[in-house]
């Protein structure tokens, strides 16, 4: 079974503060997705990475990054937290072949 | 560039009842179409996917969807609700089946009752 790793399942931060949320992946896909989930707003994409190194924007990159120096690992990061981050971020791996995501379970994330 | 709708943000059943929750797609070409289903505090995961191959797909916990083009459906059904089936369900498009992105509704939450 594929595996998906998020870090932290509930992260409490203050505004202004760096905020890293990490995910891992065992099955050695090359996709790996970020995305937030807000009541009546769904799953919004806000980057997605196809290999090491590589990273593309989603919908909406606004004051976040990645980073993937790894080809298991793909990081999230909150270079200066706002309340207006405060969600719920999934972590996904797509397999190549079957087209389905692998979905972590969560990390709940209050900014203060 | 592709979308979803989903109509109706929150479904009532009764135990035993049909299930139906809806989903429209926009696609500049054939679309690949998937439902997931997120209980509480979990991530989501597959309940069923369109290919392009038959037109009615069948997924997990008895759950099927149609593929209707004319349309541009993909709705969800369940013959006969289950208080297991409470949940949030949402409908994916995606124009490509390797690296390109998926899109997601903004999901339907299932009420069941008893």
């Known amino acids: 079974d594929v595996k998906v790793t998020q870090s932290s399942r509930y992260l409490v931060k203050r505004t202004g503060e760096k905020v890293f949320l990490e995910c891992v992946q065992d099955m050695d896909h090359e996709n790996m997705f970020w995305y937030r989930q807000d009541p009546g707003l769904g799953l919004r994409l806000i980057y997605f990475?196809?290999?090491?190194?590589?990273?593309e924007k989603g919908d909406i990159p606004e004051g976040y990054s990645v980073s993937r120096e790894k080809k298991e690992r793909f990081s999230l990061i909150l270079e200066s937290a706002s309340t207006n981050q405060t969600s719920m971020y999934l972590c996904a791996t797509r397999d190549g072949t079957t087209g389905e995501l692998f979905f972590g379970e969560g990390s709940r994330l209050t900014v203060l | 560039a592709q979308s979803v709708t989903q109509l109706g943000s929150h479904v009532s059943v009764s135990e035993g009842a049909l299930v139906l929750l809806r989903c429209n797609y926009s696609?500049?070409?054939?679309?690949?179409l998937f439902w997931y289903v997120q209980y509480p505090n979990q991530g989501l995961q597959l309940l069923l996917k369109y290919t392009s191959a038959a037109t009615l797909v069948k997924g997990i916990n008895g759950f099927e969807a149609e593929f209707k083009k004319s349309e541009t459906s993909f709705h969800l059904t369940k013959p006969s609700a289950h208080m297991s089936d409470a949940a949030e369900y949402f409908c994916a498009v995606s124009e490509n089946f390797g690296n390109e992105k998926l899109t997601f509704g903004t999901g339907t939450r299932l009420t069941i009752i008893p």
């Open positions: 696609s500049s070409v054939p679309p690949y």
């Open positions: 990475s196809y290999d090491v190194k590589m990273k």
